[in-house]
């Protein structure tokens, strides 16, 4: 375990990295409603396709020919285990701090319960 003084700055870094993945995975998001807008209009415009479940398989091939799509896609899932993996060390970090100063306020207790039954006894 690290020294008590060293967890706030442990702490803020771990949130500071889970918001950079956040943001991240925003313009990846971003990135993805484009192509899928794109691919919308493109079905939604051709004058070939005569009903709903044409337009929506018209759709599914723009997409899945569209190599950035796909890219961007694995990066959402990339992205994804990214940020769970920055929680859980947040969450981690977090925890270790309030148990190292629940031993230190123990450690103080002790200290102050053994100086205390000394000065009873008379050491």
Do not use: C, W
């Amino acid at each position: 375990m690290m020294q008590l003084s060293h967890y706030p700055t442990a702490i803020a870094q771990a949130a500071q990295r889970m918001n950079e993945v956040d943001s991240q995975l925003m313009a990846v998001q971003l990135q993805i409603n484009r192509f899928e807008g794109n691919a919308d209009r493109a079905a939604a415009f051709d004058i070939d396709l005569k009903n709903d479940a044409q337009r929506k398989a018209r759709r599914f091939e723009v997409l899945v020919v569209n190599q950035e799509y796909q890219k961007a896609l694995d990066m959402q899932i990339q992205l994804t285990v990214e940020r769970a993996n920055a929680f859980a060390h947040l969450e981690y970090l977090r925890n270790q701090f309030s148990v190292a100063k629940l031993e230190a306020r123990l450690a103080i207790a002790q200290q102050l319960t053994d100086f205390e039954s000394r000065e009873l006894v008379g050491i």
